[in-house]
């Protein structure tokens, strides 16, 4: 194997530029020519493809977002998409390909893989940490740092009025950012796509507290919850502030969507080291001969393990941060 390329794709996530960092200097390290993908699957279709050197990276490591561009490719899921990938990939002579994202982007890969025979590595890529196979993934760490210094600076206005607020964040059906987040920044209680929504549960905590003198709280709702067994489509920190109104119409109550400033800004440290120890072994990998691996962490160790076993996996909620989350939330 003498060329080999890189891409990121789907949602960015802080800790991708990391991993294009190690990818492009350990590949050169090790003899390979490195090959930037602009903008995911998309960019590979369409031939947008230009060589990587050392200084290509230099200084990135830290940024959020992805220095190759990003974007969501449905084509990918076709034969002529796939065909088109692959021809950019022959032209250009390259014979393996790490792909930093998600679960979709994995698919891809797979595809290009067993389909194919291109040699293909995954990194995991998205700040949901909704892949079950590995302890976590990049941009995780920076989420949830984000979200917990946003609600620090937000209980100051919070507690001098005397409001209560809904903070709404990011999961994709996957509740870790509100557990994790809710835990280190005290939010007075957590709502995840995991656990069904109980309203009367929830009304009569902020009861409790309002009749111990606490009429300010923080309530962090993840993306995809379920109220009455029915998910809640879109705009979950509106229904859950106007289902708490039809309960407590005199509370003082706001809602807060923080949306994509969860994926911005640099990366934590956390975040880039992963990236850096990812990007390497995805290299160490192809200059191994492996395709079709999903690169992971358990009990901060690096590994790799088949694709198709790592998507296979289902993504389970941590009950135990969950359920110290919540108790610590108590007033």
Do not use: W
Request: proline share 1%; hydrophobic share 40%; with cysteine.
């Amino acid at each position: 194997m003498k060329r080999i390329g890189v891409l990121t794709s789907g949602g960015d996530s802080q800790g991708m530029n990391a991993a294009i960092y190690a990818t492009v200097r350990y590949g050169l390290q090790h003899g390979f020519e490195v090959y930037g993908i602009r903008n995911g699957y998309k960019g590979l279709m369409n031939d947008d493809i230009i060589k990587l050197t050392a200084k290509s990276v230099e200084g990135i490591a830290h940024r959020g977002g992805t220095v190759l561009g990003t974007a969501r490719c449905l084509e990918m899921k076709t034969v002529e998409g796939q065909q088109r990938a692959v021809a950019t990939l022959n032209k250009h002579g390259i014979e393996g390909l790490v792909v930093i994202g998600g679960d979709g982007s994995f698919a891809g890969a797979k595809t290009l893989s067993t389909q194919y025979g291109i040699k293909t590595i995954g990194i995991p890529g998205t700040i949901d940490n909704d892949l079950a196979y590995t302890d976590y993934t990049l941009g995780f760490d920076t989420a949830v740092t984000i979200v917990a210094n946003a609600v620090k600076d937000l209980r100051d206005t919070m507690s001098c009025n005397d409001r209560t607020c809904v903070v709404e964040v990011m999961g994709n059906r996957c509740g870790d950012i509100a557990v994790y987040a809710g835990l280190v920044c005290g939010a007075e209680a957590v709502l995840t796509p995991e656990v069904s929504y109980d309203a009367e549960a929830l009304v009569a905590r902020l009861k409790a507290n309002a009749k111990k003198g606490k009429l300010d709280n923080i309530i962090l709702v993840a993306e995809g919850i379920r109220s009455r067994g029915e998910l809640v489509k879109g705009k979950e920190a509106d229904y859950i502030m106007e289902d708490i109104l039809t309960r407590m119409p005199k509370i003082n109550i706001r809602s807060m969507v923080l949306g994509h400033l969860q994926r911005s800004g640099d990366a934590t440290v956390q975040d880039r080291l992963l990236g850096i120890r990812m990007g390497a072994h995805a290299v160490q990998c192809l200059a191994n001969g492996l395709t079709n691996r999903a690169i992971g962490v358990h009990n901060d160790a690096i590994f790799d393990e088949d694709i198709v076993e790592a998507l296979a996996k289902t993504k389970g909620l941590n009950v135990a941060l969950y359920e110290l989350a919540n108790n610590l939330s108590k007033y």
